[in-house]
């Protein structure tokens, strides 16, 4: 989740370069400041927020929430007047 300015036109490319970085690194967007990733353990997370540092604007703010799977199932969306399961996760397959 981020909160970043983009009055000036700086900031809008560097918001911009951001939400790419996000793209770039698998996320998906939930909506318009809200990216998701689902990932295979907590190793993986400490990764990925890692590289997420690394590409945060010098101005704004940016949270990272991790949830557990079982979190996620939880999840209750709405989209008008009627509810809508959210799509479970695949397990993680090692062959």
């Known amino acids: 989740m981020f909160d970043l300015p983009v009055v000036e036109p700086e900031e809008r490319r560097a918001a911009t370069r951001f ?18 990733r689902l990932l295979s353990g907590r ?7 890692r590289k997420i540092a690394a590409s945060v604007p010098a101005e704004g703010s940016v949270n990272i929430l991790t949830i557990t799977d079982k979190q996620y199932e939880n999840i209750k ?3 008008g007047s009627r509810a809508e399961e959210p799509k479970k996760p695949d397990q993680l397959k090692l062959f």
């Open 19 to 36: 939400r790419n970085s996000l793209l770039d690194h698998g996320f998906h967007m939930a909506q318009f400041s809200i990216y998701y």
């Open 43 to 49: 190793a993986a997370a400490q990764s990925l927020e």
């Open 77 to 79: 969306s709405f989209k």
